[in-house]
């Protein structure tokens, strides 16, 4: 065989059906195949817009909080950070295609601002719903 | 005969331009902080302050507990918050040895981490005025998370009042 068509074409391949190929899956879809595996089932964008703009109110401060807070109502607008100020660049993928690109970072935010949000862990099917809800921005 | 004069005209030309090029970096006030890593993931939020703001024992004491950041969780994973933590004591008010940072350390109590940049002794006595409730009949900032509002040159590292974008006496007067 060719070394160099092997070294191109079939080794990756091979590599890839040996790995599952889940180096190559998107992340929010191996994100739902595990909350799916987690309880999850049937995520839509609507429950996410839901929950998106629901309210909770801190126990501590007694301030009504919701994702919409910091991240607005427009995910295709750039956010404000509650507290600093900071400005928060959009989270919609149409408009800033580094969203939901890398699985670590969506849960990691997922995890911080769960907790600051709703004032605890979001489910699985919450999660799934609002990541559906922010790929389809 | 020659080459050897001009080499050491060289080495002199560029020993002078190593000091010329280090004099301001000597009078640039705060370090600016450059650790990509820290940049990223502190800067996600606010902006990324100087290490040399704060003592070691304080920075050690905040990345303690990141999961309640100011009632915010900014988790990292255990990774991430030693390879911050240590590029934050590494280059602390205790290590530096602008005029600033001597300055902090001088007012800090022996041993005292103030978490807040602003419960510093020295910094809170600077900033006295805007954090009075009833300052001047000014509406007090909600926050002073962002120090570039006022201090324009912050991104070069520089907090003198010359580079206030309020006037000073709209700013001392109480």
Same mark, same amino acid.
């Not at chain 1, 769960?114 to 862990?121: F, L, M, Y």
């Given at each position: 065989m060719n070394m160099r068509r092997f070294l191109l074409v079939r080794l990756p391949v091979a590599l890839c059906l040996a790995a599952g190929c889940g180096a190559w899956a998107a992340p929010v879809d191996e994100l739902l195949q595990e909350y799916q595996a987690q309880g999850g089932k049937d995520f839509n964008a609507a429950a996410g817009d839901k929950l998106w703009h629901q309210f909770f109110k801190d126990p501590k401060g007694g301030e009504d909080r919701r994702c919409a807070l910091c991240h607005t109502s427009d995910l295709r607008a750039t956010g404000k950070h509650? &507290? @600093?100020?900071?400005? $928060?660049?959009? #989270?919609?993928?149409? %408009?800033?295609? *580094?969203? #939901?690109?890398? /699985?670590?970072?969506? !849960? /990691?935010?997922? *995890?911080?601002?769960? /907790?600051? @949000?709703?004032?605890?862990?979001? @489910?699985?099917? !919450?999660?799934?719903? &609002?990541? %559906?809800? $922010?790929?389809? /921005? | 005969m020659k080459n050897v004069s001009f080499r050491m005209h060289?080495?002199?030309? @560029?020993? $002078?331009?190593?000091?010329?090029?280090? #004099?301001? #970096?000597?009078?640039a006030g705060v370090m600016v902080p450059a650790n990509a890593t820290y940049v990223k993931e502190c800067g996600a939020c606010h902006m990324p302050y100087s290490p040399q703001l704060l003592p070691a024992a304080s920075w050690k004491k905040i990345t303690s507990h990141l999961d309640d950041h100011f009632g915010d969780s900014a988790k990292l994973d255990a990774s991430t918050q030693s390879s911050v933590t240590d590029y934050l004591v590494a280059n602390s008010a205790d290590r530096a040895n602008s005029s600033e940072a001597r300055a902090i350390m001088q007012s800090v109590n022996g041993g005292a981490a103030p978490e807040r940049i602003t419960q510093v002794p020295y910094i809170r006595d600077l900033h006295a005025a805007v954090l009075d409730p009833t300052w001047n009949g000014h509406p007090r900032p909600k926050t002073l998370t962002e120090c570039g509002v006022c201090h324009r040159n912050v991104s070069q590292g520089n907090f003198t009042s010359k580079t206030f974008s309020v006037s000073d006496e709209a700013f001392r007067g109480r």
């Open positions: 509650a &507290v @600093t100020g900071k400005a $928060i660049k959009p #989270l919609a993928p149409s %408009v800033n295609p *580094e969203r #939901l690109a890398d /699985k670590s970072k969506i !849960e /990691k935010w997922l *995890e911080r601002n769960c /907790k600051w @949000t709703i004032g605890r862990a979001c @489910t699985p099917q !919450e999660k799934g719903d &609002v990541l %559906v809800m $922010i790929r389809s /921005k | 060289l080495a002199a030309c @560029t020993a $002078i331009g190593a000091v010329v090029a280090a #004099l301001p #970096l000597a009078n």
